[in-house]
Antibody, heavy 122, light 107 residues
Framework: EGQLVESGGGLVQPGGSLRLSCEAS????????MNWVRQAPGKGLEYVSGVNSNGVTTYYANSVKNRFTISRDNSKNTLYLQMDSLRAEDMGVYYC???????????????WGQGTMVTVSS | DIQMTQSPSTLSASVGDRVTITCRAD??????LAWYQQKPGKAPKVLIY???NLQSGVPSRFSGSGSGTEFTLTINSLQPDDFATYYC?????????FGQGTKVDIK
């Protein structure tokens, strides 16, 4: 079974930027749609963004549209989330998750990373 | 966006109980629904996908049913390891949403 490991979280000031990475192992990333899901402290799960296996089709939740960019480098088996213009409400644990087919929709998330914490504070 | 209403928000139960959690969509999502279990400090884990398919390795006491707008997760004979928070997730289109979660705790 495969594994996902996120990195890149940390403390950032409001208006700042962070780039999250999600490295896949044990499976070929290029065969699967991928997603980012976040969870604010003590709250539920929120879908953030998704990308098809070829990296061409993407989607962003309204709450992050025009501020976040999802991308992938299949040759490095790595998914990314570039987060700009960060706000206090973006704070939380960010998970990458694999869809169980090559598109990011019509697919349950069968493998999740351990999560990386993003703190937005001055 | 499709709204998912999950109920109850909390549920107190005992080991051996049969537990039912419901998720309702405000429009049809056919069978594009999954159920996840999450324990504190851990990532979610898929239990059921496509409304009623048991994920490999998940105990058979978990089952899912429903289609269209109403879905159910049932846990038969609740075990100590099952005390956790459960989320439904609709993935019928680009925009995806999770239910608010149901925390199952010990009565």
């Amino acid at each position: 079974e495969g594994q996902l490991v996120e990195s890149g979280g940390g403390l950032v000031q409001p208006g700042g930027s962070l780039r999250l990475s999600c490295e896949a192992s044990g499976f070929t990333l290029s065969s699967y749609g991928m997603n980012w899901v976040r969870q604010a402290p003590g709250k539920g799960l929120e879908y953030v963004s998704g990308v098809n296996s070829n990296g061409v089709t993407t989607y962003y939740a309204n709450s992050v549209k025009n501020r976040f960019t999802i991308s992938r480098d299949n040759s490095k088996n790595t998914l990314y989330l570039q987060m700009d213009s960060l706000r206090a409400e973006d704070m939380g644990v960010y998970y990458c998750a694999r869809g169980n087919v090559n598109i990011f929709y019509l697919a349950a998330f069968d493998i999740w990373g351990q999560g990386t914490m993003v703190t937005v504070s001055s | 966006d499709i709204q998912m209403t999950q109920s109850p928000s909390t549920l107190s139960a005992s080991v051996g109980d049969r537990v039912t959690i419901t998720c309702r969509a405000d429009q049809s999502i056919r069978y594009w629904l999954a159920w996840y279990q999450q324990k504190p400090g851990k990532a979610p884990k898929v239990l059921i996908y496509d409304a009623s398919n048991l994920q490999s390795g998940v105990p058979s006491r978990f089952s899912g049913s429903g289609s269209g707008t109403e879905f159910t997760l049932t846990i038969n004979s609740l075990q100590p390891d099952d005390f956790a928070t459960y989320y439904c997730h609709q993935y019928s289109g680009y925009s995806q949403t999770f239910g608010q979660g149901t925390k199952v705790d010990i009565k």
